[in-house]
């Protein structure tokens, strides 16, 4: 029970797993879908399943929430009883999210407001969201989540891939070598967001299930050097690879303590393609 009213609110390219929001009635703010015809709001008006099928005609761009749906969030939690609020955002290094959300935090008074800048993406910055709930719930006192939380962040990686690296060039997250030898020799970048929230390259494997044995093995060598881990795995629906990532995840991360699967939203596979798949982990806070 979240008895100390305070409450936490995300953008939606942190992809928290729905039924978690749902039932700690976390505050989703939507990233915008741009394309000629107009512009629709992440998983309220578009889903990601929806993106990929108007690919072949328009790839579209993204753009971060209005500074206005921002004070919106934060107006309507004051008003539902809420005395303070934890906003957690992807990555300062991919999207202004969180500056504006500072920004906006400051124009409002006596409402104590934390910005947490999770330096990732995805489902990974969805841990973190996931971390800020149960913070709250365990009794940490307001004055210590930002210094926790911030923390967590730090602690919380994150391997992808994708099987067709167009878009990730196209948008200028590979360069053109990088992408003409991946296209040639069916290489497969391994991203990850490097310490500073930024897209960089990791590892490159050959072939399609080399590159899900890579992001695998690298989650499993990090996940060493704690005790106890969540993971997380992710997969849109074109690439199909939950349930062999469940697998070798349960296999090769001895000290796994809690699963999550997640799907990725419409403003990051804009970014990255249709079958992009990807293992988060991060280790138990408490």
């Known amino acids: 029970m979240n008895d100390q009213r305070i409450a936490v609110i995300c953008d939606s390219g942190t992809d928290t797993p729905p039924d978690f929001v749902r039932e700690h009635d976390v ?19 578009i889903t990601t399943n929806e993106v990929i099928e108007r690919f072949a005609e328009e790839i579209p761009t993204t753009s971060l929430p209005s500074p206005t ?10 008003a539902d ?23 906006i935090s400051r124009m409002i008074e006596d409402f104590p407001i934390i910005c947490v800048d999770s330096k990732s993406i995805g489902v990974s910055a969805g841990m ?10 365990a009794g940490i006192p307001f004055d210590e989540l930002q210094e926790k939380l911030d923390e967590q962040a730090r602690l919380t990686d994150v391997f992808f891939c994708v099987n067709e690296l ?15 030898l991946g296209t040639t020799l069916n290489i497969k970048p391994i991203i990850y967001c490097d310490p500073e929230g930024y ?10 299930m080399k590159a899900l044995d890579t992001i695998v093995n690298t989650a499993a060598n990090y996940a060493r050097r704690y005790e106890q881990v969540r993971v997380a795995i992710c997969s849109t629906s074109a690439a199909d690879a939950l ?17 999550v699967k997640a799907g990725i939203g419409p403003d990051l596979i804009v970014h990255t393609g249709p ?8 280790p138990l806070w408490h």
């Open 199 to 208: 897209y960089k390259m990791f590892k490159k494997a050959r072939g399609w």
């Open 166 to 180: 167009s878009y990730l060039y196209k948008g200028g997250r590979i360069g053109k070598t990088i992408y003409a």
């Open 27 to 45: 505050r989703v703010i939507p990233l915008t879908i741009n394309y000629a015809d107009g512009s629709y709001l992440a998983g309220v008006d």
């Open 69 to 78: 749906s921002i004070k919106e969030a934060l107006d309507t939690a004051r």
């Open 128 to 137: 973190v969201v996931m971390n800020a709930v149960e913070m709250i719930e």
């Open 81 to 103: 009883g809420y005395t303070s609020a934890v906003i957690v955002t992807i990555s300062s290094g991919l999207s202004s999210t969180f500056q504006t959300s500072q920004m």
């Open 243 to 259: 349930g062999i990532l469940e697998e070798k995840v349960r296999v090769q991360i001895p000290n796994l303590v809690e699963l």
């Open 275 to 282: 079958e992009l798949v990807g293992v988060a982990l991060q």
